[in-house]
Every structure is written in C-alpha cells, then in structure tokens.
C-alpha cells in the first residue's frame, strides 16, 4: 500500500514562509504525476499545485508566483515551497498523485496564516 506522510506545516504571520515536505512510500513518485492539494475550512479539497513525470510544474492562478513545487525522485519526496503567504492559504495540505488515485490519503499537515 501507499504511505503518504506530510510535514512542514505550522502557524506563520502573513508574508511568512513555510517548506512543506511529502515522503511517499509504496510507489515512485518517478512514474506518476504528483501534486500538493488543500482544503481550508469550510471548503471542499482543491489542487493547488502539480509537477509532472517529467519535472514541469503548474500551480493555481490563487497561488501563482508565491507557491513552488518541486521533487527529489532519488528521495521519493515532493516538496512545496509557500512564500508571501495570506490568511487565506490557511488549510490543511496533502499530498497525492494527480490525479489523485490513491485512496490512503495521509494525515495532512496544518498551515495557519494570522496575526
């Protein structure tokens, strides 16, 4: 089965950083798509980025220049750099292929963006 386990996560000032980390067992992140989602409260889990096979990246218009996805195949981690962040990046963040076919999703991890 898969293991996806999230770190990284915390509570931050607006305009605050946080490095958010992936470690997948199970599967190589090498042979799928893989991307962080979110789900804030009060709404549904959405995408927010994606890195392909092949290493190109897309992430949402809502955090596009601030977000960076990136991987380390060797490490089988995938990582999400959040910088300049706003109260509304608050959510949890997991992490999943995309699309999102395995059912074990992990715990999550909680980033909280206020004064």
């Known amino acids: 089965q898969v293991q996806l386990v999230e770190s990284g996560g915390g509570l931050v000032q607006p305009g605050g950083s946080l490095r958010l980390s992936c470690v997948v067992s199970?599967?190589?992140?090498?042979?799928?798509?893989m991307g962080w989602y979110r789900q804030g409260p009060g709404k549904q889990r959405e995408l927010v980025a994606t890195?392909?096979?092949?290493?190109?990246?897309h992430v949402d218009d809502s955090v596009k220049g601030r977000f960076t996805i990136s991987k380390d195949n060797a490490k089988n981690t995938v990582y999400l750099q959040m910088n300049r962040l706003e109260p509304e990046d608050t959510a949890v963040y997991y992490c999943?292929?995309?699309?999102?076919?395995?059912?074990?999703w992990g715990q999550g991890t909680q980033v909280t963006v206020s004064s």
């Open positions: 199970g599967s190589s992140i090498s042979t799928t798509a």
């Open positions: 999943n292929a995309v699309p999102a076919k395995w059912t074990s």
């Open positions: 890195i392909t096979r092949g290493a190109f990246t």
